[in-house]
């Protein structure tokens, strides 16, 4: 997998699992959100970042504190 450079890239990328509606409003405001960390985070580093999702750690969830669902 290419490392993802646009900022409605990575958002497509990380919403896509959700199979959420594109029309609604909670899926807008997530857009949104997402988008303001992204650029906010690119301000700081002062240019684009590309995300390689290919290269990411395994993530261990506690269920018990989490609820098993």
Excluded: W
């Excluded at 993802?4 to 594109?22: E, H, R, V």
């Excluded at 857009?31 to 992204?38: A, E, G, L, S």
């Amino acid at each position: 997998m290419e490392p993802i450079k646009s900022t409605d890239g990575i958002i497509d990328f990380c919403l896509a699992p959700l199979s959420l509606d594109t029309d609604s409003e909670p899926e807008r405001e997530v857009r949104r959100r997402m988008t303001h960390v992204i650029r906010t985070l690119q301000a700081k580093l002062a240019g684009p970042v590309a995300v390689d999702f290919s290269n990411m750690p395994s993530q261990v969830i506690n269920e018990a504190a989490h609820g098993y669902e």
